[in-house]
């Protein structure tokens, strides 16, 4: 059996998953329409696709031959993704969306609602779910091998970007376009994996230096600090303006360590619980505490777009669980919107967001940034 699948955006990704699926790559889909607006791209698919695939230069071209597509991709820029997303599943199509669901976790909490009302799928391309450090991270965690999780650090400079690229498309780096810079992009991604590791935070406070390496007004590097109930804190950095490659993770726990290193986890093992340790010790500090370690060293991750769409394909015909469903997005989106926010007033934010509150800022952000363009 084959979904019949239609994308929506032939950009750079957009031709990927078109070119992944149309040769076969993934057995439970087969490529039957393309919708992009722009002569090249339709160009780009009349010369590299199969020629029986269906070519629209809109949605309402599209939908009304909805009958020849089970599933759609949406592979657009940020701020159409809701809207997409709803008018898909409405349509009674199973829906696969690339990062973010939207710029608000209101907007994922409404497709949400949407989804739940049918009997049809929302996955998201969060591929990272699929690398085999994660995996095997998340699997340490869920048998609590070392302990009470008291403390997390991530750090990551690897999507270093150029001017180049924030040139690229007019909508990208921009609150009008993007509705964001780093979080909402790249730190998207590793936002997705901190939530699905260790859940919502409480409390979150942000310092942003807007612009920083770029001459925006949206972020290219961002720390936050979060708090959660349990009172296990977390930091997060990431930088798109450092050309130094960091990819660090490192989860402190009552019984041990996990450490990531680029591809090298390390995991380290206490003899003893500490809390229990500290309380029955009779010496001033580590002397009775034992260390065990074991590490594991991993390859560039393979084909992480094909692994999702096939768990994709996999969960409509054959009911698999899904790696990144969509109800997961409204928490990495609460994150990134109140870390922007906690920025813009200079103070923490506690969740769930006052989304008025959010709103009201970004809007002035975003007149902000258009009248800035205009007096250029």
Known sequence: MKIRCAII????????????????????????????????????????????????????????????FDAVLIVTPH??????????????????????????????????????????????????????YYIKIKELLNKKAIGKITRVSMENSNYFRTEYYHHSANWRSSWNGEGGGALINQGYHLLDMWQYLFGLPQEIYANIPFGKYNNFDVDDEATIIMNYPNKMTGSFIISTGEASLI???????????????EKTLTVTYFSSDII???????????QELNTTFEQYKYNDPEKPYEIMLNNFANAIINEEKLIAPGIDSANTLAIVNAAYLSAWKGQKISLPLDIKQYLSCLH?????????EIKH
């Open 9 to 68: 955006g032939i950009g750079s990704m957009g031709k990927k998953y078109a070119l992944m699926i149309d040769s076969g790559k993934i057995n439970g889909l087969e490529l039957v329409a393309v919708c992009c607006r722009s002569d090249d791209n339709i160009n780009w698919a009349n010369n590299n696709l199969n020629p029986s695939i269906k070519k629209y230069r809109n949605e309402d071209e599209m939908y009304n031959d909805a009958n020849l």
């Open 79 to 132: 701020k159409l993704h809701p809207a997409m997303t709803i008018r898909a599943l409405k349509a009674n199509k199973h829906v696969m969306c690339d990062k973010p669901a939207g710029i608000t976790f209101a907007e994922a909490l409404e497709i949400n609602a949407v989804a739940n009302k049918t009997s049809k799928l929302f996955a998201m391309m969060c591929h990272q779910r699929t690398y085999e």
């Open 247 to 261: 990819e660090r993770l490192e989860i402190i726990g009552t019984k041990g360590r996990i450490s990531l290193n």
């Open 276 to 286: 229990k340790y500290s309380k029955e010790a009779t010496v001033t500090s580590r």
């Open 364 to 372: 002035e952000k975003e007149k902000q940034e258009l009248n800035k």
